[in-house]
């Protein structure tokens, strides 16, 4: 199994919801990421997972909070979203943070608050 | 801080070459690498220079220069599934070994 599997692919929100996104992955990598992306933007980092710990927080609005259940799972709880949070939500995975070995990005949850 | 560019559109026809620079400032530099977006899509990972020179898979070469903070990626034999954006992104050695995008170059390759 060589991919990162994000769920739901699409989700329409509400600004007063709940919702969270899932990413796994089971190639045994020890670093895994959320990455925001608006369109026609690059990707901008959201937080880093290191062995289950998390390593990096950019300075992240509470109303996103991550997750790392085991080292195969990654969530983003969201709540009391605002429209321009809309953005596609990458998630990706990395065998180690150091030394460095590469992502690789699972296909992205489209989210969309109304 | 750090700053990556590139240009934002290029244009070229099916079975041309085109060439992607890509210039970077930034500290505690620990990898260069290169990815493919189609719209929609998730980034797929394309190429990983650490080293100086150039690294060649298939269609696809990139270059480094670490002392002028200069890559290029170039794209040879243009097919039009080519048409997507590439992103530069940089590692940096900072605790989690962050990886910064740059803006993304749009391909389009005509017929």
């Known amino acids: 199994d060589t991919e990162v599997t994000q769920t739901p692919k699409h989700l329409v929100m509400g600004m007063t919801n709940k919702k969270s996104l899932k990413c796994e992955q089971h190639?045994?990598?020890?670093?895994m990421y959320w990455y925001k992306q608006k369109a026609k933007k690059p990707p901008e980092l959201m937080f880093v997972?290191?062995?289950?710990?998390?390593?990096i927080n950019e300075s992240v609005p509470s109303r996103f909070s991550p997750e790392c259940p085991n080292s195969s799972l990654l969530n983003l709880h969201l709540h009391a979203l605002q429209p321009e949070d809309s953005a596609l939500y990458l998630c990706?995975?990395?065998?180690?943070?150091?030394?460095?070995?590469?992502?690789?990005f699972g296909s992205g949850t489209r989210l969309t608050v109304v | 801080g750090q700053n990556i560019d590139q240009p934002t559109e290029m244009t070229a026809t099916e079975g041309a070459i085109v060439q992607i620079n890509c210039t970077y400032q930034?500290?505690?530099?620990?990898?260069l690498f290169w990815y493919q977006q189609h719209a929609g899509e998730a980034p797929t990972f394309l190429s990983y220079?650490?080293?100086?020179g150039l690294e060649e898979k298939g269609r696809f070469s990139s270059f480094l220069s670490r002392s002028k903070g200069y890559s290029y990626l170039l794209l040879k034999e243009l097919q039009m599934k080519d048409s997507a954006s590439y992103l530069c992104?940089?590692?940096?050695?900072?605790?989690?070994?962050?990886?910064?995008f740059g803006g993304g170059t749009r391909v389009l390759v005509k017929p």
């Open positions: 990706a995975s990395s065998p180690n943070v150091e030394p460095w070995g590469g992502y690789t």
């Open positions: 190639m045994g990598h020890r670093a």
């Open positions: 997972y290191s062995y289950e710990k998390l390593s």
């Open positions: 930034t500290s505690g530099f620990n990898g």
């Open positions: 220079n650490v080293l100086d």
């Open positions: 992104a940089v590692s940096h050695k900072a605790a989690g070994n962050k990886l910064t």
